[in-house]
T-cell receptor, first 113, second 111 residues
Framework: NAGVTQTPKFRVLKTGQSMTLLCAQDMNHEYMYWYRQDPGMGLRLIHYSVGEGTTAKGEVPDGYNVSRLKKQNFLLGLESAAPSQTSVYFC????????????FGSGTRLTVV | KQEVTQIPAALSVPEGENLVLNCSFTDSAIYNLQWFRQDPGKGLTSLLLIQSSQREQTSGRLNASLDKSSGRSTLYIAASQPGDSATYLCAPEDSSYKLIFGSGTRLLVRP
């Protein structure tokens, strides 16, 4: 089925460890986004990309890096994980020209201990 | 900076009631507005997209309206069912094609 796929779905990290979250979409969308969701709060934008090879900072970018080497993939990296990065991470994609709205992945639940 | 507020934060109703969820935003210069549903521990499911030139959208028992000038959107759910229990998220799209989210309305429909 077409859509946005996130891997892994769950992960536990120790403070200071690094990891990469992968987002893949098969809809040929130009725009891709990484959000985080914390209890009682709405989703907050971490980084986004408006096309292959581009990245931009969102509302809460500190402690994260991203890369968009291929149009269909958007990677979110944590170089040195901190407990404050415990959250649920959602990836989304959008095709501005088509104007069909945003499609979200099912999320990655990350716990940093 | 765009601020999105959803009222009420939580709502509990008996099955069969018609209900209205409210969303307000501070910057009226938005493009589209999208309503999502989120079940506990799950991802976001798109319910309705109101495009920039539209004032409302309907899908089954759901109807969403948008008034950009007043910075408001409402989601109307007719004849609510226990299966409608979820968190509903409102997200206007800013001029840089980014969604800004409210904290959501947590809905419980009692049988």
């Amino acid at each position: 089925n077409a859509g946005v796929t996130q891997t892994p779905k769950f992960r536990v990290l120790k403070t200071g460890q690094s990891m990469t979250l992968l987002c893949a979409q098969d809809m040929n969308h130009e725009y891709m986004y990484w959000y985080r969701q914390d209890p009682g709060m709405g989703l907050r934008l971490i980084h986004y990309s408006v096309g292959e090879g581009t990245t931009a900072k969102g509302e809460v970018p500190d402690g994260y890096n991203v890369s968009r080497l291929k149009k269909q993939n958007f990677l979110l990296g944590l170089e040195s994980a901190a407990p404050s990065q415990t959250s649920v991470y959602f990836c989304a994609s959008n095709e501005v020209e088509a104007n069909y709205g945003y499609t979200f992945g099912s999320g990655t639940r990350l716990t940093v201990v | 900076k765009q601020e999105v507020t959803q009222i009420p934060a939580a709502l509990s109703v008996p099955e069969g009631e018609n209900l209205v969820l409210n969303c307000s935003f501070t910057d009226s210069a938005i493009y589209n507005l999208q309503w999502f549903r989120q079940d506990p521990g799950k991802g976001l499911t798109s319910l309705l997209l109101i495009q920039s030139s539209q004032r409302e959208q309907t899908s089954g028992r759901l109807n969403a309206s948008l008034d950009k000038s007043s910075g408001r959107s409402t989601l109307y759910i007719a004849a609510s069912q226990p299966g409608d229990s979820a968190t509903y998220l409102c997200a206007p799209e800013d001029s840089s094609y980014k969604l800004i989210f409210g904290s959501g309305t947590r809905l419980l429909v009692r049988p």
